[in-house]
């Protein structure tokens, strides 16, 4: 859908075909938390990630994913992760920066919650913070 203007890919992209159980152009919203799987080699195979495909509702849901698949694509990203809240998001970002001794310089006027992620939460994952001034 690279071809397609920028309000194109808000409306179809993750569903390029209507949905296929409902038939439906706009997607459904999956409120679910559980899946089913066919037998416990197929649901080793989803946890082990060998199987691509729906674990539990918090990793992955159909609706996520095709919010995440539009994001994507209106940002010009290979990807994008769809969060919780702004907390969830800043905290993945800090770990995934920061791992293996990480450290990061920040302004001490940050959000609270990232000040108290840097200085209280992380240095006990080996991630350390200085905070400076910028006055």
Partial sequence: ????KFETLQLH???????????????????????V???????AAR????DAGNIYGRLTNSTQDVFE???AALEGGVAALATA???????YVLQALGQNGGHF????????GSYNLLEHTLPGFGITATFVDIH
């Fill in 47 to 50: 946890f082990g990630l060998t």
């Fill in 105 to 112: 310089v920040a302004q001490k006027t940050i959000y609270g």
């Fill in 13 to 35: 992209v993750g569903q390029e075909q209507p949905d296929p159980a409902t038939d439906a152009r706009a997607v459904p919203i999956y409120a679910t938390t559980s899946y």
């Fill in 85 to 91: 809240s702004g907390a969830a998001a800043i905290n």
């Fill in 1 to 4: 859908m690279s071809d397609y």
């Fill in 37 to 43: 799987f066919r037998d416990c080699a197929h649901a």
């Fill in 69 to 71: 698949k539009r994001i």
